[in-house]
């Protein structure tokens, strides 16, 4: 079982930065891929990003890529998502997740959760 708790959502004016990150608990995080999905009022959570057990692999939703980059560290049990030149349309809740299996972008298909943290962009 996997416990994820993310940090480092808050309020930034269009055009400016943020990185989330996600700390799990559990001694097997490398076997995991990670994912961060986003949902904002009103609408279904989305995909945006996952990245792999090594890392190597990495997957974004259009509409973040190459404005987001999905890193990990398997030492820190941490996986982040640095969130550059944002957009209004960016403001959502961001939730991290885990997979021992699944690698795609259905976000019903992650078995573990974070709490979500809120990330406000204004124009």
């Known amino acids: 079982q996997v416990q994820l708790l993310e940090s480092g959502g808050g309020l930034v004016q269009a055009g400016g930065s943020l990185r989330l990150s996600c700390a799990a608990s559990?001694?097997?995080?490398?076997?995991?891929?990670m994912g961060w999905f986003r949902q904002a009022p009103g609408k279904e959570r989305e995909f945006v990003a996952t990245?792999?057990?090594?890392?190597?692999?990495?997957y974004y939703a259009d509409s973040v890529k190459g404005r987001f980059t999905i890193s990990r560290d398997n030492a820190k049990n941490t996986v982040y998502l640095q969130m550059n030149s944002l957009k209004p349309e960016d403001t959502a809740v961001y939730y991290c997740?885990?997979?021992?299996?699944?690698?795609?972008?259905?976000?019903?298909?992650?078995?573990?959760w974070g709490q979500g943290t809120q990330v406000t962009v204004c124009s």
């Open positions: 997740a885990a997979d021992r299996g699944y690698t795609g972008s259905n976000y019903w298909q992650y078995d573990y």
């Open positions: 559990g001694r097997t995080f490398n076997t995991y891929v």
């Open positions: 990245i792999r057990w090594s890392g190597g692999s990495t």
